[in-house]
């Protein structure tokens, strides 16, 4: 069973950074490919960014430019450096691991939810105006 744990979140004025961490447990993670959701108050859990096994980087639309998403494998961690924050970013993060997938994957199965078998708990992040 992966366990997936992250950090990094909390307050921000507009404009700044955070970076978010995700580490998970077990030996599975080389083998899979991991992303990053958001749900904030009242709304869906969306995609925010995903990288599959050979390093290949997938964004949203509203982050494109302003998140990076990274991986080491050999720390079994994912990263997600959020820039320029705005207000609209405001919302609970979840880091996400799929099962064994390809080496290769493509954004439609990245931005499906059910390509996840484990998720974190959440962290919060929230951007002050």
């Known amino acids: 069973q992966v366990q997936l744990v992250e950090s990094g979140g909390g307050l921000v004025q507009a404009g700044g950074s955070l970076r978010l961490s995700c580490t998970a447990s077990?030996?599975?993670?080389?083998?899979?490919?991991m992303a990053w959701f958001r749900q904030a108050p009242g709304k869906e859990r969306d995609f925010v960014a995903g990288?599959?096994?050979?390093?290949?980087?997938f964004y949203s639309d509203s982050v494109k430019g302003r998140f990076t998403i990274s991986r080491d494998n050999a720390k079994n961690t994912v990263s997600l450096q959020m820039n320029s924050l705005e207000p609209d970013d405001t919302a609970v993060y979840y880091c996400?691991?799929?099962?064994?997938?390809?080496?290769?994957?493509?954004?439609?199965?990245?931005?499906?939810?059910?390509?996840?078998?484990?998720w974190g708990q959440g962290t919060q992040v929230t951007v002050s105006s």
């Open positions: 996400a691991q799929t099962r064994r997938v390809a080496f290769f994957a493509n954004m439609n199965y990245l931005a499906d939810q059910r390509s996840y078998a484990a």
């Open positions: 077990g030996r599975t993670f080389k083998d899979a490919a």
């Open positions: 990288i599959d096994r050979s390093g290949g980087t």
